[in-house]
């Protein structure tokens, strides 16, 4: 089973998602059966954040000094999935996904799903500094979305 353990350190994720937990914990229920590691423990820990907090951790681990959407830490470069897994952790910055500001809640958390569903797919080991792995990451991603998309209204 797949669980996540969610951390806010920025309070303007509340205005939007008023369970957090909740709201990504029901993305990593409806993920397909394939990532959903039955039987297996598999943990990532999802940190939401803000530009600025996020722009100091990219200018440290990828000496980039801008804000992003996302950053993914995997665990292992070589993910094996094992009874007991950490996969890494995830942060997100809520100011990148709160652009336009005048867009509705049903896109900010089709935005905020798509984007964990990318960083997930990072914690698993798929990149896309190749084109040939951007596409192959951008399958899966679809996928994914896919069947996580009905039921995060």
């Known amino acids: 089973m797949i669980s996540i353990n969610v951390f806010s350190e920025e309070k303007a994720w509340s205005k939007r998602l008023k369970n957090k937990d909740i709201f990504f914990k029901k993305i990593c229920k409806a993920f397909p059966k394939k990532y959903k590691f039955l039987n297996k423990k598999v943990t990532f820990t999802l940190l939401l954040s803000n530009d600025k ?16 959407d996302i950053l993914s830490f995997p665990l292992d470069k070589k ?11 995830i942060i997100i910055s ?3 996904l709160d ?11 089709e935005k905020v799903t798509k984007i964990l569903i ?21 399958k899966e991603e679809n996928l994914l979305f896919k069947s996580v998309q009905s039921k995060i209204n």
Request: proline share 2%; charged share 35%.
């Open 118 to 138: 990318h960083g997930f797919l990072h914690l698993l080991g798929f990149d896309h500094k190749k084109n040939k792995d951007y596409f192959k990451m951008l």
């Open 99 to 109: 652009k336009p500001k005048s867009q509705d809640l049903k896109s900010f958390k």
């Open 53 to 68: 907090n996020i722009k100091k951790l990219n200018k440290v681990f990828r000496k980039k000094n801008k804000s992003t």
């Open 79 to 89: 993910i094996k999935i094992k009874k007991n897994t950490y996969l890494g952790d």
């Open 94 to 96: 809520y100011n990148y």
